[in-house]
């Protein structure tokens, strides 16, 4: 049964297309394929490179010799057609001479092109390479420094090929880099690349989730899809480049990675491989690792792609060797050792400007200050002096010139205008940020908002499959059970119809019956028994007999014989064809059995003459009446099927208007989570801001205090005496 329409088509499975690659002369219609041979297994089956969503064969064509791998589709794929369409145009238009390396396989999109059973399906025929994967090429090479680094600047190079031609690959991983026999990188499958002519529609993939970062969602197609994979390669070969160890040390043998994975970046605080390479003692090891974590949670569009942040070979400086600094991280976020790398991106000035004081601590004694630095000489003064003079002096009348003086002092520096301006900028300074959030804290905020959302979308993505799914296995079980019904009420249809013969046949002999059963109660009507009687009935008996109703040979039916215990004698009682029972006097058991004698024998005589078949006018009848019952069946049978069409065009329209309510609903969660990666990507752009305001407020408030512990009563006591 074809797809019901708006359904998705389903796609045969790799076991489907390995059993139909065996004969390539039966399944290809293209001159290239058609007579392949494939590659096989021991068992002697086509291999086959199994994916998400497609299955790749290695085929060697019989008309040119030449080696193809075919990938043959498992799974729908939106737009499948166009989408090829536009990435080969775009590959097409580049020029050699422009890219780094050979690193675009040429490929042709072909539709129809292969028989699965009774359908054909698409298949992509792409340029067969004699290369190896990345991660294969470092198990066999991860011990030469210069090789690896080499190639972690071939990859640098191909990342700003697809930038400069506005392409992403969309998922840059393991798998898709190959490295040829000259060391170049050669890029495969195409399926979620993203070429211009391709913007505003959806990705069909997310890409390997040990490349990509936490924050890419479903709606996320455009130029920023490599930007965060192109980071995580980068940093693998040059910190294996630096320390080879990190490769058997980080890596596992057949491993889905190369040096960190998905758990890595969702919890970078946890991570050992992340902990390990940031930790590092080479600064461009841990300075990288560090802008990986820095960008585990921010949005694609925001991350600096690889291209404008490390220069060309041969620059001034290169973002792999970095100053010796060792340089914290800036106010934006980004390890020190990017600084001057970095495109400069606005951060909105604090709200608050600190109050500048003059340098130093205290200037320019006013006279209030003179005062106090007079008072102070003269209490000392006077307390030696009674000392000297063995004066008597109560503790009450020392302390109180000395609480004068000291309170004096205090509201003198209270005064003070340095002072003043100091506590003044402070408390403004400590109100301002504490109206902040701390940017840890609002960092893990946004992180565990942006973990909730993609978990929450990630299961809006999956389900949607399956709630499509679940509305075509409703759909199909509505027409089994149609049809199911239907075949049952045929068959109890066909049934009646077939009985109708026998039925017919039935009536005929039962109507033939009761018009001979009618002749024989007719003719015994006129069998009197007077006027022929049997033996031994004489004309005494024959009016007994008439006074009970026995008249005619129709007037009873036969004679049940009965003890006289009186006379020890057998009599008999007659039996009346209304069923009651007469006993005549002088009719004993003899001549009852005469009387039936004579009965059986008239009704012989009468059955003799009886018909033997119906008039054409009695059959003509029956026969209508069943003909008139075929028809009604015919009719009962047409209406059944007008029926079951009529619930197949409901579960039709059931179908199609679930999947149109289900396409709605996608979209319009789909804006909304676009919206939300809107309000996300808002949301560091503030918290950048914040941060940066964060920290200029924090550091003036640290100099604030630093001010204010320079003008401290002692400072204040030698700017009394000193002038400063």
């Known amino acids: 049964m074809s797809s019901p329409a708006g359904s998705q088509r389903s796609f045969p499975s790799g076991a489907d297309y390995s059993e139909a690659l065996q004969n390539t002369q039966l399944c290809f219609q293209h001159p290239e394929l058609k007579g392949a041979r494939p590659e096989v297994t021991k068992l002697g089956l086509p291999r086959a490179i199994s994916g998400a969503f497609a299955s790749v064969f290695s085929l060697t064509s019989a008309a040119s010799g030449r080696r193809y791998a075919v990938k043959c589709f498992t799974r729908h794929v939106p737009d499948q057609e166009r989408r090829y369409e536009a990435i080969s145009t775009r590959l097409a238009g580049l020029e050699p001479a422009e890219l780094s390396q050979p690193w675009n396989l040429g490929f042709e ?6 028989s699965v059973g009774r359908e054909r399906y698409p298949v992509l025929k792409m340029e067969w390479t004699e290369a190896v994967t990345l991660s294969s090429w470092l198990d066999d090479n991860h011990t030469d420094r210069f090789a690896v680094e080499h190639l972690a600047d071939r990859f640098e190079a191909l990342v700003r090929d697809l930038a400069a031609h506005e392409i992403a690959h969309g998922d840059l991983q393991h798998g898709n880099l190959l490295v040829a026999n000259d060391d170049t990188l050669r890029l495969v499958d195409y399926d979620g690349m993203y070429v211009p002519s391709l913007a505003g529609m959806r990705g069909t993939e997310r890409g390997h989730r040990n490349y990509q970062s936490p924050m890419r969602g479903n709606d996320d197609f455009g130029l920023a899809l490599d930007h965060f994979s192109a980071w995580v390669i980068y940093l693998s070969l040059k910190a294996i480049a630096i320390d080879p160890a990190l490769w058997s040390r980080l890596h596992e043998p057949s491993g889905e990675f190369l040096l960190l994975t998905e758990e890595d970046f969702k919890s970078p605080g946890g991570s050992g491989r992340l902990q390990t390479l940031l930790a590092h003692s080479d600064q461009t090891v841990s300075g990288l690792a560090d802008q990986v974590r820095s960008m585990a949670y921010q949005p694609l569009d925001l991350l600096p792609p690889l291209a404008q942040v490390v220069p060309r070979q041969g620059a001034a400086t290169s973002a792999a060797q970095p100053s010796g600094t060792g340089a914290p991280p800036n106010a934006g976020g980004l390890p020190g050792w990017m600084n001057g790398h970095m495109p400069s991106q606005p951060v909105s000035p604090p709200t608050v400007v600190p109050l500048e004081a003059p340098p130093g601590g205290f200037h320019t004694r006013t006279w209030l200050d003179s005062a106090v630095a007079v008072l102070w000489p003269l209490l000392l003064v006077a307390a030696v002096a009674g000392v000297v003079s063995g004066a ?33 900028a402070l408390t403004k300074l400590t109100s301002e940020l504490a109206q902040f959030e701390e940017p840890a804290k609002a960092a893990e905020n946004l992180r565990k908002d942006r973990a909730k959302f993609d978990a929450e979308d990630a299961k809006r993505t999956a389900e949607h499959p399956r709630n499509y799914d679940k509305l075509t296995t409703q759909f199909q079980n509505e027409l089994k059970e149609a049809e199911k019904r239907r075949a049952s009420k045929q068959r109890d249809i ?50 007994r007999l008439a006074d009970e109703g026995i008249r005619t040979a129709a007037d009873f039916k036969g004679y049940r014989p009965v003890m006289n215990a009186t006379y020890n004698s057998t009599g008999a009682v007659l039996l009346l064809s209304s069923g009651r029972e007469v006993s005549v006097h002088g009719i004993g058991e003899a001549k009852a059995r005469a009387l039936d004698a004579w009965r059986r024998s008239q009704i012989a005589s009468v059955q ?28 009962q049978r047409k209406n059944l099927e007008s029926g079951t069409e009529a619930l197949r065009s409901s579960a039709q329209k059931k179908l199609e208007e679930g999947q149109a309510r289900l396409t709605r609903e996608n979209k319009i969660a789909g804006d909304r989570a676009r919206r939300q990666r809107q309000e996300f990507s808002r949301r560091v752009g503030e918290l950048q801001d914040k941060s940066a305001q964060y920290g200029v407020l924090e550091t ?13 009563y002692a400072r204040y006591l030698h700017f009394l005496y000193v002038g400063r």
Request: charged fraction near 25%; aromatic fraction near 4%; include cysteine.
């Open 494 to 543: 066909d049934k009646s119809i077939r009985g109708l013969a026998e039925e017919q046949q039935k009536f005929l002999s039962r109507a033939l019956a009761d018009k001979q059963a009618a002749y024989l109660l007719d003719g015994l009507r006129r069998r009197p028994i007077a006027q022929n009687p049997p033996h031994g009935i004489g004309e005494k008996l024959t009016r």
């Open 700 to 712: 003036a408030v640290q100099a604030a205090r630093l001010r204010q512990r320079q003008l401290s």
């Open 109 to 114: 999109y072909l539709p129809d092109a292969i």
């Open 608 to 635: 003799a003459g009886q018909p033997t078949a119906l008039q054409a006018r009695e059959r003509q009848s029956i026969e209508q009446s069943i003909a008139q019952r075929r028809s009604q069946l015919e009719d």
């Open 392 to 424: 008597a002096a109560t503790p009450v009348g020392l302390s109180l010139p000395a609480v004068v003086c000291l309170g004096l002092t205090v509201f003198a520096r209270g005064r003070r205008p340095e002072l003043m301006q100091a506590q003044a």
